[in-house]
Nanobody
Framework: QLRLVESGGGFVQPGGSLRLSCTASPFTLDYTAMGWFRQAPGKEREIVACISSVGDISNIADSVKGRFTISRDNAKNTMFLQMNSLKPEDTAVYYC?????????????????WGKGTLVTVSS
């Protein structure tokens, strides 16, 4: 089974930046669509960004468009989420997820492997 481990979360002031990483093992991510999701306190989990297996297709949620960037390095079995201009409403647990059965499909229902999440807190 694919194991996903997130890192890079923490506390940041509004306007600040964080870079999340998701490292997979023991299998390659070469044929796997990947995504970042988040869940704020009292809210449902929502999609943040998705990227196809070779990184040629990516989608970003409207709420973070222009501020967040998703990328991946398959040689290192790692996916990233660069988060800039962070806002208090970005506070959430951020989850890395994979769809090991498809190169590009990415939604809450499509993902079959999940990390345990990393907490991002944006506050002054």
């Amino acid at each position: 089974q694919l194991r996903l481990v997130e890192s890079g979360g923490g506390f940041v002031q509004p306007g600040g930046s964080l870079r999340l990483s998701c490292t997979a093992s023991p299998f390659t991510l070469d044929y796997t669509a990947m995504g970042w999701f988040r869940q704020a306190p009292g809210k449902e989990r929502e999609i943040v960004a998705c990227i196809s297996s070779v990184g040629d297709i990516s989608n970003i949620a409207d709420s973070v468009k222009g501020r967040f960037t998703i990328s991946r390095d398959n040689a290192k079995n790692t996916m990233f989420l660069q988060m800039n201009s962070l806002k208090p409403e970005d506070t959430a647990v951020y989850y890395c997820a994979a769809n090991t059965l498809n190169f590009f499909r990415c939604s809450l229902d499509d993902m079959d492997s999940w990390g345990k999440g990393t907490l991002v807190t944006v506050s002054s």
